[in-house]
């Protein structure tokens, strides 16, 4: 399953349990993710045993609308009592430091800058 | 006389000023045109992020300031009436005012928003705001306090009203 526009896709492989984002994600509020949102939850529901990964490796930007989004996605993973390992990129300033509030909210966020490993 | 409630930090914005620029728009059609916001954001982090010696300082500056001017947009009063930035360099500091017009029945609102950034634990803070706001799909809220937490950025908000329009300029100091 993948989301596509003309700054950013979003990528949904069931196989591997991953979700790639890719690129410029500052959409103008919470309802603009929506479609992105109902992705996160099918992969949610879809998952079982073992981690869900969200790559952000070449998420370049993201608003906090997505952040806010996104973190709606960490509280229903939370409710679901499911594990979620993010990969990030050490060099893209947002990642570094907002990345871990997503672990605020919620303990079973495990987050990896793999560049740095 | 003008009547100014000035909430936040302490920011000099004028004290050693190597280089600035000032532009004004009207946000008449730009919720059907997003990405213009990214695009003024962009150019101002393009414009100022070399004056920097820091790889990442210009993906800094965007990301600050794309939440600025998204905030003065959808917090403004009147579509006709401009938004105004002021951006400038001082050392290593990068510092802009951005100066919109706000409606009457959300100006105590703002303040109150304004207010809590100050007087509160802002980890607490974020995910109260996250676990309040799961029902509400067009407001986030978190912005300001995620460019104060997780960037340091200092900030100062003036509410003031102006020719019968009630303003509020957000002027911020980022340490790069």
Known sequence: ?117 | MEKHTVIGDRIDFNKDVETTFSMSFLPLDIFDNWDRVSSISDFVAEYFGTYYNKITASNIISTIFNELVENAVKFTKNNSQPIHIVVKKSNNSFLSRITNTIPNHSKDTFISICRDLFSSNLDELFVKKIEAGAMDNKKSGIGLILLKKDYQVDTSFDFFEDNKFNKVAVTIKLTI
Do not use: C
Request: glycine content about 4%; proline content about 3%; aromatic content about 8%.
């Open chain 1, 1 to 117: 399953m993948k989301l596509e526009a003309d700054k950013y896709t979003v990528e949904y492989i069931r196989k591997t349990r991953m979700i790639t984002f890719k690129g410029v994600l500052r959409l103008q509020n919470k309802e603009e993710y929506r479609n992105i949102s109902e992705l996160l939850s099918q992969a949610a529901s879809e998952t079982t045993g073992l981690p869900l990964i969200l790559d952000m490796r070449e998420l370049v930007f993201l608003n906090s609308s997505g952040i806010s989004s996104l973190s709606m996605f960490i509280l229903k993973m939370r409710k679901l009592d499911k594990e979620i390992h993010i990969h990030g990129n050490s060099s893209i300033p947002w990642q570094t430091k907002s990345l871990k509030n997503f672990q605020k909210l919620y303990s079973k966020v495990d987050i990896t800058f793999p560049s740095d490993s």
